[in-house]
């Protein structure tokens, strides 16, 4: 399908055939009156004896501004890190706002915020990773 907006092409999608009653999600692309900013903020330092571990507390803005001339209703959708080595620790999760959905098992998370006309609305993500000292979370 060819999605037209205001009489100008916007965006183009293929669209899913479904049953009579059922929902169909329908992509219509960037609405350019809505923008985010994600910035990530991380801080290390060391804990336990003679400094055995490395931390690195991150705290995560996500900006959501809404330039339209109404109000909206909006899905932010994120992701923590998850790990399967026993010595990486992941904890202190915490959020400014409440989850509309805890971290599932990929650690994919999100909230529905209600963002007033002309105003931006910020979510802050917090969360701490512990590994052994020295040792390198990502590669190059």
């Known amino acids: 399908t060819n999605v037209f907006l ?8 293929i669209l899913k055939t479904t049953v009579q009653g059922a929902s169909l999600e ?3 692309g960037a609405d350019e009156n809505i923008r985010i900013k994600r910035t990530i903020s991380p801080s290390e330092r060391k804990e336990g004896f003679l400094g055995s571990s490395d931390v690195t507390d991150y705290q995560i803005a996500i900006d959501v501004g809404n330039y ?3 109000d909206i209703t909006i ?4 992701q923590i890190p998850k790990t399967n080595n ?3 620790e ?6 400014s706002h409440s989850f509309a959905q805890e971290p599932d098992a990929d650690g994919i998370l999100y909230w529905e915020l209600d963002v007033p006309s002309q105003q931006t609305t910020t979510i802050t993500l917090k969360y701490t990773i512990s590994r052994p000292k020295n ?3 990502w590669g190059n």
């Open 135 to 137: 040792w390198v979370l």
């Open 90 to 95: 992941i904890t202190e999760l915490s959020s």
């Open 26 to 28: 329908v992509p219509l």
């Open 68 to 70: 339209k001339n109404k």
């Open 86 to 88: 026993e010595q990486i």
């Open 6 to 13: 205001n009489g100008r092409f916007n965006t183009q999608a």
């Open 75 to 78: 899905r932010v959708i994120d």
